[in-house]
């Protein structure tokens, strides 16, 4: 399952709720903002923000009114920031609705700018680990094409060096050994933690952590391979076994 949730709603919503806590509104719950330390501007108690239509909405998403308090609470922890507002929002629905379905969730925010804020979310959402596996591999090709199509005022700085194109090729291989190394921690951590071969497909989430939506399939086979071949993990497979299906493991040691 596949949902597109629009970050700029739940942006101007938050930002709605702080208003309305700042002015006094009784439509919002009321946040201790002098207890973190922030100093706001309050307007005078006659000027308040009137709830927006979307409310209902998202109370009907989320099942309840807790996602108000949720995003208020986010905005005390940074102060004023928005866009992590956002994202809490965004990842305790989708938490919800995995928990619900009895399914596990990605969340990938979507932008437009390399800089800018996420102009909305995908939520995926699936109950077999192949699921997670195959959306990692085609968020990370699709975020290659995307930093392809980027226009040169996002590598303004590179570009008065090398040409626009060759920047953003190498900033993509950089991207992709970035990953492998953190794939190649996370899977000696991984070997190390359980002391027994496993199938990649099974510990998928682990295996690529927060290179997920970054690194490809490929990527992932290379960290392996690397490994294998420098004899710190034990790896099964054949000419025919797909890289989901690679059996990985502790290194095996001579006998003495």
Request: net charge positive.
């Amino acid at each position: 399952m596949l949902l597109n949730v629009s970050a700029d709603l739940t942006r101007r919503n938050v930002g709605v709720l702080l208003k309305n806590s700042v002015n006094g509104s009784d439509e919002a719950p009321q946040l201790p903002f002098a207890e973190h330390g922030l100093e706001l501007e309050t307007e005078s108690p006659r000027r308040r923000t009137s709830t927006p239509a979307s409310f209902p909405t998202l109370d009907a998403v989320f099942g309840d009114q807790d996602w108000q308090r949720l995003g208020l609470d986010a905005l005390s922890a940074r102060t004023r920031n928005f866009e992590f507002a956002s994202e809490r929002l965004l990842h305790a629905y989708a938490a919800k609705l995995a928990r619900d379905c009895s399914m596990r969730n990605i969340t990938v925010p979507v932008r437009r700018r390399v800089s800018h804020q996420p102009v909305y979310h995908l939520v995926f959402l699936t109950r077999k680990p192949y699921g997670t596996w195959v959306f990692a591999d085609a968020v990370a090709r699709a975020r290659m094409k995307w930093l392809a199509r980027l226009t040169p005022d996002e590598f303004a700085e590179e570009a008065a060096i090398y040409t626009f194109q060759s920047t953003v090729n190498e900033h993509i291989k950089e991207e992709q050994v970035h990953a492998q190394a953190t794939i190649e921690q996370n899977i000696l951590g991984l070997v190390g933690r359980r002391q027994k071969r496993c199938k990649l497909l099974d510990v998928v989430t682990t295996a690529y952590g927060s290179a997920h939506g970054i690194a490809t399939e490929t990527t992932l086979s290379k960290a392996v391979l690397r490994l294998a071949n420098q004899g710190a993990i034990s790896l099964q497979r054949d000419a025919k076994t797909k890289i989901r299906d690679w059996m990985v493991g502790p290194a095996v040691r001579p006998s003495a």
